[in-house]
């Protein structure tokens, strides 16, 4: 089964669990990390900016990518999510195996 580690900045704690929790729900990840206080600096309407956000990262397999990006588009309060998958290349022993488990039942027709 093929793993994607997918990453989005929320702009904080409450939209980032927000985000998380949908797709806990829904069975669509088994894991995901908030990463708070991070600074990011990027160009949004021709203008360079920068935001103290939180960083969500999701633990979900490849097949559920589609699905993920929806939950995260229906609950990010940004217009347009940052929203990156990362394949897994590798996990520790039986990761992979718990995600798979922690995922089976979800329902990616939603």
Request: glycine share 2%; charged share 20%.
């Amino acid at each position: 089964m093929d793993l994607f580690e997918v990453e989005v900045t929320c702009p904080d704690k409450d939209s980032a669990r927000e985000i998380a929790s949908a797709c806990l729900r829904k069975k669509l990840v088994a894991c995901a990390n908030l990463l708070p206080k991070i600074e990011s600096l990027f160009i949004w309407q021709g203008q360079i900016d920068s935001e103290s956000e939180v960083l969500l990262r999701l633990k979900t397999p490849a097949l559920n990518f589609d699905a993920v990006c929806a939950q995260i588009r229906a609950h990010h309060p940004f217009e347009l999510p940052p929203i990156i998958a990362l394949p897994v290349q590798a996990m520790g022993p039986g990761v992979a195996d718990w995600v798979a488990q922690e995922t089976q039942l979800a329902n990616i027709c939603d």
